[in-house]
């Protein structure tokens, strides 16, 4: 197979990474508190990373120097808060369009997350992506319980 047609492959499989994140949290929510069950699913995307960094390095560039990549990107990030937010709502049964918790716990998560890929690019891949992510949770995490538990004050 031609490189470029690599490349276009690996660039298109976000969204079966993105599936495989929602289905790991899915399989793990069951057995798990959310926190780490969300640490583990997260693994999903840092693996890849791990995997061929400077192929995402490359691409993680070329959208924060080009808009229309960027706002792609984005609208993939709500697509993983979506399928995140569906799950966490079946988990604690609650309506995940009119409840707090389940959308905002997968946005916590996936803005975790961002920020420490935007880290990690911004040392041009010399970070430590996983222990970024994890101090990134660490720092969330508060939050995610909070957020999990307010819905029970009610």
């Known amino acids: 197979m031609p490189r470029y047609c690599e490349r276009l492959r690996r660039w298109a499989a976000g969204d079966e990474r993105r599936e495989a994140l929602i289905q790991r949290f899915d399989e793990e929510v069951e057995h798990l508190p959310v926190p780490v069950a969300l640490r583990d699913a997260l693994l999903t995307i840092i693996e890849a990373f791990e995997n061929d960094p400077e192929f995402f390095l490359r691409r993680a560039q070329l959208y924060t120097q080009w808009q229309p990549l960027r706002s792609a990107v984005l609208r993939v990030n709500e697509t993983m808060v979506e399928g995140l937010t569906e799950v966490l709502a079946k988990q604690l049964d ?25 880290t990690w690019v911004a040392s041009d891949g ?13 720092a969330v995490e508060p939050a995610i319980t909070a957020a999990l538990t307010s819905g029970q004050r009610r």
């Open 94 to 118: 609650v309506d995940a369009r009119t409840e707090l918790a389940p959308r905002l716990v997968a946005t916590l998560v996936n803005g975790a997350m961002r920020c420490a890929i935007d």
């Open 126 to 138: 010399q970070a430590d992506l996983r222990g970024l992510t994890m101090e990134a949770l660490d």
